[in-house]
């Protein structure tokens, strides 16, 4: 059959209609978004590279998270800035670390909210590498006992699922197996499986004070051009014992979301990164876009690639006009 008989727009004609036959819907439930946790009190910054985004000491963090809450996301994911770095990351497995306090904090005060650690290095270390550097070079294997601390110290504040996004080999592995013997066994894993190399990660650097001091992440991160092996490290990653895979970035890498969704039976997060974020802020800044519509389009687009759960810094905005 075909035209004149066939007629895709007559079900165009109506919101009801567009409503009735919408192939792909996205709640608030499905979102996660991000917090950056600073040591002090009463600290409440606006971040320059993400507007509408803070920096936020322990006691606003929870402040922050009732209000998450409240809209309806499912979870927040938490990053830190510690109050000094080393060449170990040490503040970042310490138990009174600013993640494991927030952790607490936001636990003492929301009961529904989903609270997702982020489980890496560089935003503790005084190299702004994501493991140990031994002669210039980051190390893999002694990487991996630091995560391994660093998830558990989070398990033990309380948090309800770990997200480590290092791309060290290995490690979703490690961090299982030291969950398990520390009788975490039910905590899943959230593994960073599919983390390219991206331009785009330039504001939450600023953000997180992570840039690396020298070189850059090619080496353990992946390469941009690459889609097979993103399937290779997922697969690794489930063997390894991942609970959700995830790809990062998202909207310059939907195909890679797709494939992923295809070939995994895991359910699939996509993390919509500090620069896709600040693209649209800048843009709507400037009066170019309606960044309302856009947003919505670009979340609508990555779950249409596959993504079940979105980490993204829109996810109050998208919640208050949802
Ligand atoms: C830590 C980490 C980064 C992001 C999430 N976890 C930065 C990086 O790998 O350099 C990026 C998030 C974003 O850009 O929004 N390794």
Redesign the pocket.
């Known amino acids: 059959m075909s035209f004149p008989k066939e007629r895709p727009r007559r079900l165009r004609k109506s919101e009801r209609l567009r409503a009735m036959v919408r192939e792909t819907t996205l709640t608030p439930a499905n979102l996660i978004y991000?917090l950056f946790v600073a040591p002090g009190e009463g600290v409440r910054k606006e971040i320059a590279s993400l507007p509408g985004c803070h920096h936020l000491s322990v006691d606003q963090v929870a402040r922050e998270a009732e209000v998450v809450e409240k809209l309806g996301i499912g979870g927040v994911i938490l990053?830190g800035l510690p109050q000094a770095k080393d060449p170990v990351g040490s503040e970042g497995y310490a138990d009174d670390g600013v993640v494991q306090k927030a952790i607490r904090a936001i636990r003492g005060v929301c009961k529904e909210l989903l609270v997702v650690t982020?489980v890496?290095l560089?935003?503790y270390t005084s190299h702004g590498h994501?493991g140990v550097v031994e002669q210039g070079e980051v190390q893999n294997d002694p990487t991996l006992e630091l995560l391994s601390r660093m998830a558990l110290s989070h398990a033990r504040a309380g948090a309800h699922v770990v997200a480590p996004?290092?791309m060290m080999d290995g490690r979703v592995g490690a961090i299982r197996e030291a969950l398990d013997s520390a009788g975490f066994g039910a905590l899943p894993i959230l593994a960073?499986a599919a983390?390219y190399a991206?331009s785009?990660?330039?504001?939450?650097?600023e953000?997180?004070d992570?840039?690396p001091q020298f070189g850059d992440?090619r080496g353990y991160?992946m390469d941009p051009a690459n889609l097979r092996e993103a399937l290779r490290e997922v697969r690794l990653d489930v063997e390894e014992g991942a609970d959700i895979v995830m790809v990062?970035?998202a909207l310059p890498y939907l195909d890679v979301i797709r494939a992923v969704a295809e070939s995994s039976d895991r359910p699939v997060a996509a993390?919509n990164?500090?620069?896709e974020?600040a693209m649209v802020k800048a843009a709507a800044a400037k009066g170019w876009i309606d960044e309302d519509r856009m947003m919505r389009e670009i979340l609508t687009s990555i779950r249409r690639a596959g993504a079940d759960v979105i980490l993204t810094?829109h996810a109050k905005d998208f919640a208050r006009r949802a």
């Open positions: 991000p990053f982020d890496c560089c935003e994501c996004s290092d960073y983390k991206s785009f990660y330039g504001p939450f650097r953000a997180a992570s840039a992440r991160q990062k970035p993390y990164v500090s620069g974020y810094y």
